[in-house]
């Protein structure tokens, strides 16, 4: 999307949002997964997406760029992506109704490190040391939380390594999500990403209903209905966020997602965070952050060096 002028604490303050929208999203899919007929993930992801199409069709015509924004020239493009990232968001519901808020948190973090690897993989991206050691250093963070489920194998809780190995399955399906994203913006706007999106995993979670969809009571839809009005105004404020300030500016806050999952994982679910957990997911915060501040200064040298010598 066309970028505007500059207003930093503008683009932070609504990405700050839309991550705690985000996680007020998280809590009541946990709540709806967790009831005594849970939602199954499927059914989740179709209310998720289903109902935040109206926010980002106004969204879009607020900012007049309804037909601009959702013409595409890659439509198998979108179908990749769809289909990977549904599956990354089936694969965290279901992590939700098994672990702790905070901890799935924590987990999700693996993604953007895997992108490291995925993105010189597949897209032959130079990943040089440093980015590979702070690699390194997150997932042993990774290994810190997990060290809990892959060291108790007693059976007071079996769903917890089932847990763990679910949200890892869903960093690694957000890093691949990830690494189509970035070969769809090279040739498409970011409107039409998040619009196809919305409607491929739509459809796919639709066609889930033989798995074991629910007949929801009115409290439980009111829930369903929820998640999806919430997720699209996380989706819309994160988007915005983008067109006031740089990646390298809001970008970081992403991290302030633990903070907002502790509290509400205490204050809602009773859910106190050990100090593996914590300890684990600051290693994994700052390897992320550590690989922000070295591509933004990449980038800024880069910048620098293309700039004509003065006079």
């Keep these: 999307m066309a970028s505007q002028a500059p207003r930093p604490l503008q683009g932070i303050l609504l990405k700050c949002l839309s991550v705690l929208l985000f996680i007020v999203m998280s809590a009541l899919i946990k709540t709806t997964g967790n009831l005594d007929v849970?939602?199954?993930?499927?059914?989740?992801?179709?209310?998720?997406?289903?109902?935040?199409?109206p926010l980002i069709l106004g969204w879009l015509m607020w900012q007049r760029e309804l037909l601009s924004g959702l013409r595409t020239s890659r439509p198998m493009g979108h179908v990749y992506r769809g289909v990977i990232g549904t599956a990354s968001m089936a694969l965290s519901f279901w992590a939700l109704s098994l672990l702790p808020l905070p901890e799935v948190t924590a987990l999700s973090y693996a993604a953007?490190?895997?992108?490291?690897?995925?993105?010189?993989m597949f897209l032959g991206e130079d990943v040089r040391l440093f980015r590979l050691s702070m690699v390194g250093l997150g997932l042993i963070g990774v290994l810190i939380v997990l060290s809990p489920q892959l060291g108790?194998?007693?059976?007071?809780?079996?769903?917890r390594i089932l847990g763990a190995v679910v949200?890892?399955?869903s960093a690694i399906f957000a890093a691949l999500a990830h690494i189509f994203i970035r070969k769809l913006a090279q040739v498409e706007r970011t409107t039409a990403i998040v619009f196809w999106f919305t409607i491929t995993s739509t459809v796919l979670s639709f066609l889930t209903i033989p798995f074991g969809w629910i007949m929801p009571d009115a409290s439980t839809m009111a829930l369903l209905?929820?998640?999806g009005l919430i997720g699209g105004l996380g989706q819309v404020c994160l988007t915005a966020a983008?067109?006031?300030?740089?990646a390298s500016v809001v970008a970081p806050f992403d991290y302030t997602s633990m903070i907002f999952a502790v509290l509400i994982g205490w204050f809602v679910f009773g859910e106190?965070?050990?100090?593996t957990v914590l300890a684990g997911a600051a290693l994994v915060v700052l390897a992320g952050i550590l690989i922000l501040w070295?591509?933004?200064?990449?980038?800024?040298?880069?910048?620098?060096?293309?700039?004509p010598p003065s006079s």
Excluded: K
């Excluded at 849970?38 to 199409?53: K, M, T, W």
């Excluded at 953007?112 to 010189?120: E, M, Q, R, T």
């Design 38 to 53: 849970a939602v199954p993930p499927g059914q989740q992801v179709f209310f998720r997406s289903f109902f935040a199409l």
């Design 112 to 120: 953007p490190l895997l992108v490291v690897i995925f993105a010189g």
């Design 152 to 159: 108790d194998t007693t059976p007071t809780d079996p769903n």
């Design 167 to 169: 949200a890892l399955g």
């Design 225 to 227: 209905i929820g998640i």
């Design 242 to 246: 983008y067109r006031f300030a740089d």
């Design 272 to 275: 106190a965070p050990t100090l």
């Design 294 to 307: 070295r591509e933004h200064r990449l980038r800024r040298d880069r910048q620098h060096d293309a700039m």
